[in-house]
């Protein structure tokens, strides 16, 4: 079953603007996960976050947590074609299994 | 850059066939995943295996999926007979786990299965 949800489905910008994904879980967690998926390719990962974390960036990624609200958000900045894909978030449960969520499909225009 | 390696990349078979996909984790890697990917369902867990020991294959249909690690760099996924509801996108992830830590999980480009 899906813990984590992400929202909204699907997102089209423009080349250069930014693109904001939420994900929102309903059990707690240890530590909550972002991934990329390019068209016909596997999963990558992008950024692990901890529970006592509440902001993480790496490179033009940035993501929050708020246990409180069991929610996170993924921001991508000044956004490229190549940034074109789907985006998980995974949440971890017993046994170190991930629960992944249905996934953002960001389309950037060039 | 180590990589997950899955292979076959797809496969077209028909129904009741025999089907094994296979996966080579990144060496030094102890944990191992089997995913299956539809529009439908999204990303299910099917597998895992620690330190070659299977330790949960309970969102695997046991009458026609079996799932072993041979040895430490490869781990087969099989279905027997298949069905044209198998049809899907099987990954295979591994990890180092560290105890107590999910740690990322590295995922290969996948097996396309299409079932007829």
């Known amino acids: 079953s899906q813990q984590g949800e992400e929202d909204p489905q699907a997102l089209s910008i423009q080349e250069g603007e930014n693109a904001t994904m939420n994900c929102s879980y309903k059990?707690?967690?240890?530590?909550l996960q972002w991934y990329r998926q390019n068209s016909g390719r596997g999963l990558v990962h992008l950024i692990l976050?901890?529970?006592?974390?509440r902001e993480k960036h790496s490179g033009r990624l940035r993501v929050t947590l708020d246990t409180s609200k069991k929610s996170s958000s993924l921001l991508i900045t000044a956004s490229r074609a190549a940034d074109t894909a789907s985006y998980f978030c995974?949440?971890?449960?017993?046994?170190?299994?991930?629960?992944f969520g249905a996934g953002t499909t960001v389309t950037v225009r060039a | 850059d180590a990589r997950v390696t899955q292979t076959p990349r797809h496969k077209v078979t028909e129904m009741g066939q025999e089907v094994t996909m296979r996966c080579q984790p990144i060496?030094?890697?102890?944990?191992v995943f089997w995913y299956r990917q539809t529009m439908m369902q999204g990303l299910e867990l099917l597998a895992y295996?620690?330190?070659?020991?299977?330790?949960?294959d309970s969102g695997m249909p046991k009458d026609r999926f079996s799932a072993e690690m041979p040895d430490a760099t490869l781990a087969t996924l099989k279905i027997q007979p298949s069905e044209p509801r198998d049809s899907a996108v099987y990954f295979c992830?591994?990890?180092?786990?560290?105890?107590?830590?999910?740690?990322?999980?590295?995922f290969g480009d996948g097996t396309r299965l299409s079932i007829l």
């Open positions: 995974a949440t971890d449960r017993a046994d170190y299994k991930l629960s």
């Open positions: 059990t707690s967690i240890n530590n």
């Open positions: 976050i901890r529970s006592n974390e």
């Open positions: 060496l030094g890697h102890n944990t």
């Open positions: 295996f620690r330190n070659r020991a299977p330790l949960d």
């Open positions: 992830a591994s990890e180092r786990a560290v105890s107590g830590f999910n740690q990322p999980q590295h």
